[in-house]
């Protein structure tokens, strides 16, 4: 009787699914996500690489014509967690890396805070060249490169975009206000199709210069770790 109903089961489907197909075999699932894995990763390293010749190739720009180099981003490019500072300084211009020395220092302080490691998030900056004498971004420059960074964050496609400083608030958020009076509060941007939750805190650069503000940030950062748990990333 068992075989009679195998029989039938077997007929009926190919009957609705001529090219249904058994075997028994079982499906290597670990095997197709991380083939997916592996190409959503080419796919990521390709955009980057084309934005990055995109923003070599501008032209009458004093920030390029000054720095020695192009710094774009480090970290774990599938990361769902994206930082975004303000502008290299002169070290990590010479570096062509983010957050180097005692703001690197700082950083990584900070996010062990929360249990997570820096190598383990994707950082950036608003301006990818070094201004001169280390000055603040005009506003002009900000719009400029803030087509670039949102091009960036299309491609890193994260889950969570921290923005530390003014001028990354400004360039993501089109904001200018006190970053006081706009950070610690969870914003939504959206870049694409996509609805992506923000915070906006202080650049570790800031906080080295001001550190009575480190309270602030250390509430940021309690933020940013009850944001993590709540949609479920794993870091």
């Not at 690197?104 to 190598?119: P, R, S």
Request: hydrophobic content about 35%; charged content about 30%.
């Amino acid at each position: 009787m068992l075989n009679q109903n195998a029989k039938y089961d077997q007929r009926f489907l190919d009957k609705i699914e001529p090219k249904f197909e058994f075997s028994d075999r079982p499906i290597n699932r670990l095997k197709i996500i991380t083939e997916n894995s592996l190409q959503n990763e080419t796919a990521k390293e390709d955009g980057i690489l084309r934005l990055k010749k995109k923003i070599n190739s501008i032209k009458d720009c004093n920030l390029k014509n000054n720095s020695k180099n192009l710094v774009m981003g480090d970290g774990d490019i599938n990361s769902p967690i994206m930082l975004i500072g303000e502008a290299p300084d002169e070290k990590e211009d010479l570096e062509a890396k983010t957050f180097c020395g005692d703001v690197g220092v700082l950083l990584n302080k900070m996010l062990l805070a929360i249990n997570i490691k820096k190598e383990k998030v994707y950082s950036t900056y608003s301006i990818n060249f070094r201004p001169p004498n280390d000055r603040k971004p005009t506003t002009q420059e900000i719009k400029r490169y803030s087509v670039f960074l949102k091009e960036h964050i299309s491609i890193i496609n994260p889950k969570i975009l921290v923005l530390m400083g003014s001028t990354a608030m400004e360039a993501v958020t089109g904001l200018n206000n006190q970053i006081s009076n706009e950070r610690g509060d969870w914003k939504e941007i959206i870049i694409g199709n996509r609805t992506i939750p923000v915070i906006i805190t202080f650049n570790p650069s800031y906080l080295i210069r001001y550190p009575d503000k480190k309270r602030f940030s250390w509430e940021d950062l309690k933020k940013i770790r009850k944001k993590v748990e709540e949609l479920n990333i794993i870091i």
